[in-house]
């Protein structure tokens, strides 16, 4: 009956289904002719077994070639034994005879002469394969007789009679032969015979054993080839087949039923990588899945209070958008918040406490406002709101004036402190300020900085002409960048005195920037304060910072070379001292330059050492170890600590000019200058004070005994070229200003 009659579907030779290996091509027959001959691993082992079965065999041959020889060379002494045998006489006819003396005498004779004739010798040489003999008495091995070649061997005693020898050249073999070889006669025959075709048999039959081993080795290896295509190649190549399948998807790989016994090593082994593969593609699926879960979470949601991110707060005013497209759009409120001085209190409580309270604050925001808010922590501490705006909260400044109260009603408690929180508010509407919901995102930020500016804990909504304020804003910044690029830039001076001596002994380099237009004068000078704190906000400072330096250092070294020795003071930014290499730039714009360190004053403000004392406390010892003067700029408008200011390594303060304006009408003010000046000399520092502007201002510092004076009363900032006429025209009378 066959299979089909029998519902058993068909197998080929491997025991595999026709229907399982047309499905999965990798099931068929690997062990093909040309795949067992191509197989290289088939090749190392049928090579290694094919030269092992031949060293075998001629290790074999060569023990067996010895054997051999010794036994040609016996059947050749056996023939040369036949030859002679015949020709020696029966032993002593007189044993068996009646005893006579004539008998006697004629066996005594006989004994000493040869048993064989020159003619019978001539004919066994002639005839046989012996060339030459020697004969010998058996009792005291005389010799009787010797026909033909020479022998080498010479019998001398018993000893001898077990000798052999060959010839060098392998055609002769000399042998002995004893009485019991030669029909028990009492003779000893030396015979030479030829041995030529021994050589010859030998080859013989080593041609033919090495042919035949070469032939069995053969054989044997290719039995072996093909077993090992069958039993060893084909399942490897099966396996192989299973990792590149794995390789290629290794989540969701394409692997046949083994058709391989797994009770057997290599069908085990297959069984195994197969459930190995299997566990790797779940593993990968279970690891693919996390890990898109955890991208997911990084790449939408906050990792510190599980809020949605920016992108994800983004995508949802997106959808509100796309939604509202062939409708009318629902109002919507997007606010932006920052938590005021939130810098503080990570700086001073440290990140752990600043961490719990911004996810108290999430927390608080998720729990009071509705499911239909989207609340997202965009950065640090800066918060985003949307809310669709409903009959109860119908205006967007509503929802953010809710917002402010959630966050500052009750102190965030943190490990038994309380903190009280404010925050700054920006608030736009969609689509009222936009209907772009990128452009209501970025209004409320532009809202937000308004706030700040204004002084924060505020709300404000966003206008169009805070946007044009930013504009305006990007725009000076664009022109700013130009200006430095063109060289539009230009640098004003104003003359420093010894209160004293009235000798002018320095100048305060001024950064000016006269804006080209298109109108009647050609442009505007911009005053600094608008254009400095863009250039602070931006890092633009920074360059611009390093462009004044130099070009101050060069006026310095010119006013030297032309017999002037004054000091010129150049301003230095806080992102300029700690952003860019300060040290590293002044050492090489003086070694540029030229100018002597001394000529050089760099003034910081104080509120920039507060930012980071230990970075300041070294920056400033290594610009004061380069030889420069170093000043401290508006002192006592910020907050410095004096137990820092004595490791300063400072040589003047630089008295603001507000306390000296307000000096002779505020007593406070007044009292303040006399403070600095005091704190200064007992710190062993000069004290200079700006802002001079009337002969009161000059009578009150001198009787203060302040150091060194600038102002309006005795020169605005001019230019370079007017200041070098200055200084050619002054007298040295600071009264002369008194006109």
């Known amino acids: 009956m066959s299979f089909l009659a029998k519902g058993v579907k068909p197998q080929n030779k491997h025991g595999v289904s026709d229907t399982v290996a047309a499905a999965f091509p990798s099931l068929k027959p690997q062990s093909t002719s040309s795949q067992i001959w191509k197989s290289r691993i088939s090749w190392r082992i049928t090579i290694s077994a094919f030269l092992t079965i031949l060293i075998v065999q001629v290790a074999i041959l060569t023990l067996t070639i010895p054997q051999k020889e010794a036994q040609y060379l016996n059947e050749i002494k056996e023939i040369g034994r036949s030859s002679i045998a015949p020709l020696i006489k029966d032993g002593f006819a007189a044993m068996n005879t009646p005893f006579s003396i004539e008998k006697a005498r004629e066996e005594l004779a006989n004994r000493t002469k040869s048993p064989i004739t020159a003619e019978q010798a001539r004919q066994l040489l002639s005839s046989t394969i012996v060339n030459g003999i020697s004969i010998y008495n058996a009792q005291d091995f005389l010799l009787l007789g010797s026909y033909g070649e020479p022998i080498s061997m010479i019998m001398i005693d018993q000893e001898s009679l077990s000798r052999s020898y060959r010839s060098v050249d392998g055609s002769s073999y000399e042998v002995v032969y004893r009485g019991n070889d030669l029909r028990n006669s009492d003779y000893v025959i030396v015979a030479r015979l030829n041995s030529e075709t021994v050589a010859d048999r030998i080859f013989d039959f080593a041609q033919s054993n090495v042919m035949i081993m070469f032939l069995l080795s053969l054989l044997v290896t290719t039995v072996l080839m093909i077993a090992l295509g069958h039993w060893l190649l084909e399942p490897i190549l099966f396996m192989r087949d299973n990792l590149i399948s794995a390789s290629k998807s290794p989540e969701n790989p394409k692997i046949p039923p083994s058709p391989y016994d797994a009770n057997d090593e290599i069908g085990g082994t297959i069984l195994l990588a197969q459930k190995l593969i299997k566990q790797n593609a779940d593993s990968m699926m279970q690891v693919r899945s996390a890990a898109e879960d955890k991208i997911h979470k990084l790449a939408y949601f906050d990792s510190l209070t599980g809020l949605p991110n920016r992108t994800l707060f983004i995508q949802k005013l997106a959808e509100k958008a796309f939604a509202a497209e062939g409708s009318k759009a629902q109002r919507t409120a997007v606010i932006t918040l920052d938590l005021d001085h939130f810098k503080d209190i990570n700086d001073s409580m440290g990140h752990n406490v600043g961490d719990a309270i911004l996810r108290g604050v999430g927390k608080r925001l998720r729990m ?5 808010a989207v609340i997202a922590r965009f950065d640090a501490d800066e918060f985003a709101i949307t809310m669709p705006l409903s009959t109860d909260l119908n205006k967007s400044i509503d929802i953010a004036e809710k917002v402010a109260a959630i966050i500052k009603t009750e102190p965030f408690k943190v490990y038994n402190e309380n903190f009280q929180i404010r925050s700054s508010i ?11 919901p990128g452009d209501v995102l970025k209004n409320a930020d532009i809202a937000l900085n308004r706030a700040k500016e204004e002084g924060r804990d505020r709300i404000k909504e966003y206008s169009e002409d805070f946007d044009r304020a930013v504009q305006q804003r990007f725009q000076l910044l664009r022109d700013l960048r130009d200006a430095l690029e063109n060289k539009d830039l230009n640098i004003f001076y104003q003359p420093q005195f010894d209160l004293k001596t009235g000798k002018i002994i320095g100048a305060e380099a001024l950064l000016r920037w006269f804006k080209k237009d298109n109108s009647k004068e050609g442009g505007k000078y911009i005053s600094p304060a ?124 630089k008295i ?52 060194e004076v600038q102002g309006f009363r005795y020169s605005k900032p001019i230019p370079k070229d007017q200041f070098w006429d200055f200084i050619n025209e002054y007298n040295g009378n600071l009264s002369s200003f008194d006109q």
């Open 530 to 653: 608008e254009f400095i704190p863009i250039a602070e906000q931006s890092g633009l400072i920074v360059p611009i910072g390093e462009w004044v330096l130099k070009e101050a250092c060069r006026t310095a070294r010119e006013w030297h070379d032309a017999g002037h020795d004054i000091r010129i003071a150049v301003n230095v930014s806080g992102a300029q001292f700690f952003q860019s290499d300060m040290v590293k730039y002044t050492a090489d714009v003086l070694a540029k330059t030229g100018v002597k360190p001394h000529n050089v004053e760099l003034e910081v403000t104080e509120s920039v050492f507060m930012d980071d004392i230990s970075i300041a406390i070294d920056t400033l010892k290594r610009l004061h170890e380069l030889g420069v003067e170093l000043a401290i700029d508006d002192f006592g408008t910020g907050y410095s600590s004096l137990s820092y200011l004595r490791q300063f390594s400072i040589d003047r303060l």
């Open 426 to 436: 920006g608030v736009a509407t969609y689509p009222d300020d936009s209907a772009d």
């Open 656 to 707: 603001d000019q507000s306390f000296i304006r307000n000096a002779l009408n505020n007593a406070d003010d007044a009292a303040i200058a006399r403070t600095i000046v005091r704190l200064g000399h007992s710190l062993n520092l000069k004290v200079i004070a700006e802002g001079v502007e009337t002969k009161e201002h000059e009578q009150f510092l001198l009787a203060e005994e302040c150091d």
């Open 368 to 372: 009071s406002l509705p499911e239909s």
